[in-house]
T-cell receptor, first 113, second 107 residues
Framework: DTEVTQTPKHLVMGMTNKKSLKCEQH?????MYWYKQKAKKPPELMFV???????INESVPSRFSPECPNSSLLNLHLHALQPEDSALYLC????????????FGEGSRLTVL | GIQVEQSPPDLILQEGANSTLRCNFSDSVNNLQWFHQNPWGQLINLFYIPSGTKQNGRLSATTVATERYSLLYISSSQTTDSGVYFC?????????FGTGTSLTVIP
């Protein structure tokens, strides 16, 4: 069983919809990450939260909006997405930013119509 | 940033065969992990191995940090080993992923 849980596992949305992806970890980790992955490519870093503060934003378009309500939770709010945003979105956590083993959730597969 | 290259990019094996996957990195790293991404997309941790050799069942890994490479050995491959294998290194306070090796094991 993965110790990082993501919901939903699958999401289909139109370009005008607003939706959110959710991630939770109970390992006491203080760094949480959002990655975007296209088929057979490595995960691409989007955002890093360290001690609940946004540490890295890899020039991600504003239609993606991260939120870290507390040390266990990480959300990704989606609005006005484009079809090219269709991808697997992966949440991960580690003991601290760039420190310790990185653990991934099962991912949320997003399709934008 | 650091460059992480994996080879081969694609590999097809008959069930029961052995294989070696390689991960080269361009600079000193603080740590290294190997992952298996299954066909459903989940990234499964295989090894957390900054240096030395570890074994877990049919899989083993060796990292030679001074020479900037790591090897993942898969013995007696099974169809369930199919998927994409990624290495990831830590440099500074960031994780950098390799280019991946796509493995297909045929019965």
């Amino acid at each position: 069983d993965t110790e990082v849980t993501q919901t939903p596992k699958h999401l289909v949305m139109g370009m005008t919809n607003k939706k959110s992806l959710k991630c939770e970890q109970h390992m006491g980790h203080r760094a949480m990450y959002w990655y975007k992955q296209k088929a057979k490519k490595p995960p691409e870093l989007m955002f890093v939260y360290s001690y609940e503060k946004l540490s890295i934003n890899e020039s991600v378009p504003s239609r993606f909006s991260p939120e870290c309500p507390n040390s266990s939770l990480l959300n990704l709010h989606l609005h006005a997405l484009q079809p090219e945003d269709s991808a697997l979105y992966l949440c991960a956590s580690s003991h601290a930013q760039g420190n310790g083993e990185l653990f991934f959730g099962e991912g949320s597969r997003l399709t934008v119509l | 940033g650091i460059q992480v290259e994996q080879s081969p990019p694609d590999l097809i094996l008959q069930e029961g065969a052995n294989s070696t996957l390689r991960c080269n990195f361009s600079d000193s790293v603080n740590n290294l992990q190997w992952f298996h991404q299954n066909p459903w997309g989940q990234l499964i941790n295989l090894f957390y191995i900054p240096s030395g050799t570890k074994q877990n069942g049919r899989l083993s890994a060796t990292t030679v940090a001074t020479e900037r490479y790591s090897l993942l050995y898969i013995s007696s491959s099974q169809t369930t080993d199919s998927g994409v294998y990624f290495c990831a290194v830590v440099a500074g306070n960031q994780f950098y992923f390799g280019t991946g090796t796509s493995l297909t094991v045929i019965p």
